[in-house]
């Protein structure tokens, strides 16, 4: 079970934010403040941290840092009142991993918890396994059922981004962007060869499915 | 009050005298050095010393008279004005926005005046409007912001009763999840608001790809439009920047979408353009819903203004207050072309960056 840290310094939607992992089949332990927080980290291990900004005396940016300079791979969420781009970005910069805006919407942390545990094991393994589909980052190779399927460097790595991120929907820039060199003028719709390209290779791939979405992007749908 | 700044009547006698004497003593002089010459007579210091003293007390009458004169008109065409202009701003002052100055004080009055009486009056009843609005705006908020609350309350006193049912308890915590939610995005819109009225964001305006904010910002609804089976259609011209304010343009967007998705039926369509009209980027936001009649349209981008309210519940009526307060400030222009029971467009018109 994965062991949550949530440090809020209001009570009661420390409480409630505990309550609500713990039923959500999460071990969640609450703190109050940074202090009590940096102990608990000293006792036990945890897979993720949920911490506010604004709290007394070490405020949540000094102690995400602080975890992040002894913990490089721990996935940590902001949690705050503050929804200026300013903040996000300090938030960013220290090395958070995501940001919610409160009041949060408890189905949303859980997804977003999710999410994060889920590409914390695809960071930390570089593997990525769906059902008879094995992708593995650093041989940049895929294997279906056995049987490798032969792929560029850069279908590989369209392919791996959509995988690991299902059913969230990417623009042609945003898949774009990340892996194609800065100086290289490809339009985005070099993008839509890339995806046919896939498609055709992934044809007996039982699965997924890359979709289009109203021709704003696509995205991997698991089945 | 202390009179202001104006001097004491001894004071402009004293000028006046100054004045007439110098006049007159010239005159006299040059006279009678003239009348000496040419007809050969000559003073003696007994008519001089009466002639002095004569053409002191004319001047001593002169002066009088003129202070008289002076002081009325000075009544008249300044002091009158100043009391009624100075009256009425501490009026104002004092929250009274109805105080106005009568166009009859500008009568007789210096020049000048009849331009600052209007502009007062002009500023006074603009300031009038604006208090209008703002109680407007108070009694609005309190009842958007009490509504809810009052609803989470009597949920949670209801809950403390031990014998409700399992389904009524699960009722009445649904409705308060349901109500905190709505109070939560009014909170968040009523202080983005306040934060862009007061200007303490300025905008930073930075170059970007409009064509990919959008694709990005209208993906965030994609499970609204799946759930409610709603068809998307997207036309968007590639390679269109503009500089801006992204965080902001993105709010225009979002509210755009948003309201685009909220007011269209299942099997509904919901389109989103952008195309370029020279230096302009411009982009179309339509709807197959419900439409907005024109009555609804001169006002739906005012605060708290909700065209329909059948759909209270689910907006707060800040959202297009704050897209138009948004494209003011970042130099664009929004418009809504609508057909009640056909549908919606609302464009967006921005300068491109090149």
């Excluded at chain 2, 065409?77 to 701003?89: G, H, N, S």
């Excluded at chain 2, 000048?112 to 500023?123: A, R, V």
């Excluded at chain 2, 609350?149 to 999840?177: C, F, H, S, W």
């Excluded at chain 2, 590639?238 to 343009?249: A, H, N, P, Q």
Aim: with cysteine; glycine share 8%; aromatic share 10%.
């Amino acid at each position: 079970m994965f062991q949550i840290l949530v440090v809020e310094d209001d009570r009661d939607l420390n409480r409630s934010v505990c309550s609500f992992l713990n039923g959500s089949g999460y071990n969640a332990v609450g703190r109050l403040n940074a202090g009590d927080a940096y102990d608990a980290l000293y006792e036990n291990t945890f897979d993720l941290i949920v911490s506010d900004i604004m709290m007394p005396g070490i405020d949540g940016y000094e102690f995400a840092k602080t975890v992040r300079s002894l913990n490089q791979d721990i996935p940590i969420l902001f949690m705050t009142a503050r929804d200026d781009l300013t903040s996000k970005q300090r938030g960013y910069r220290i090395g958070i991993d995501d940001y919610m805006v409160k009041p949060i919407d408890l189905d949303e942390l859980f997804l977003r918890i999710g999410a994060l545990l889920r590409r914390a094991k695809i960071a930390a393994s570089r593997k990525l396994e769906i059902g008879r589909l094995r992708l593995d980052m650093d041989g940049r190779t895929a294997v279906y059922d056995g049987e490798e399927i032969p792929m560029t460097a850069r279908e590989f790595n369209i392919l791996y981004k959509l995988l690991s991120y299902p059913d969230k929907t990417f623009t042609r820039t945003q898949l774009m962007d990340e892996f194609w060199d800065v100086g290289t003028d490809t339009a985005p719709r070099a993008v839509d060869v890339y995806m046919t390209k896939l498609r055709g290779k992934f044809d007996k791939c039982t699965e997924f499915e890359l979709r289009t979405v109203h021709g704003l992007g696509y995205k991997a749908v698991l089945k | 009050m202390k009179k202001r700044g104006s001097h004491p009547v001894w004071s402009y006698f004293l000028a006046f005298f100054l004045l007439t004497s110098f006049v007159i003593t010239s005159s006299m002089l040059l006279f009678l050095n003239y009348f000496a010459k040419s007809a050969g007579v000559e003073f003696t210091e007994e008519n001089l010393f009466t002639a002095a003293i004569v053409t002191f007390g004319n001047a001593v009458f002169l002066s009088l008279i003129c202070t008289a004169v002076d002081i009325f008109r000075r009544k008249v065409m300044v002091d009158r004005p100043v009391r009624a202009i100075v009256e009425a701003a501490r009026r104002i002052t004092n929250g009274d926005f109805s105080a106005r100055i009568s166009s009859k004080t500008a009568l007789g009055a210096s020049e000048g005046f009849e331009e600052i009486i209007g502009c007062f009056n002009t500023m006074a009843a603009e300031l009038s409007g604006v208090e209008t609005l703002r109680a407007d705006f108070i009694s609005n908020v309190s009842h958007e912001l009490k509504t809810p609350m009052a609803v989470i309350q009597n949920y949670g006193t209801l809950l403390q009763d031990p014998e409700l049912t399992d389904g009524q308890r699960a009722e009445y915590a649904k409705a308060i999840t349901r109500q905190s939610r709505r109070l939560a995005g009014l909170v968040t819109n009523i202080l983005k608001l306040d934060r862009l009225e007061n200007q303490q964001i300025y905008p930073s305006a930075k170059r970007y790809n409009l064509g990919e904010q959008l694709a990005e910002c209208l993906l965030q609804f994609e499970d609204t439009w799946e759930e409610n089976g709603i068809d998307i259609e997207t036309d968007i011209e590639e390679d269109v920047f503009i500089e801006s304010d992204g965080e902001l343009m993105s709010l225009v967007w979002s509210n755009l979408f948003s309201n685009a998705l909220k007011f269209t039926e299942t099997g509904g369509k919901v389109s989103l353009s952008l195309k370029t009209e020279g230096d302009l980027a411009v982009v179309r936001v339509s709807d197959t819903g419900c439409g907005i009649s024109p009555e609804v349209r001169g006002h739906i981008f005012e605060k708290f203004y909700q065209g329909d309210t059948s759909h209270a519940a689910q907006g707060n009526g800040l959202g297009l207050a704050l897209a138009k307060r948004v494209t003011d400030i970042t130099g664009g222009e929004i418009s809504v072309e609508s057909e009640p029971g056909i549908g919606s467009t609302f464009t967006v018109k921005l300068g491109r960056a090149l």
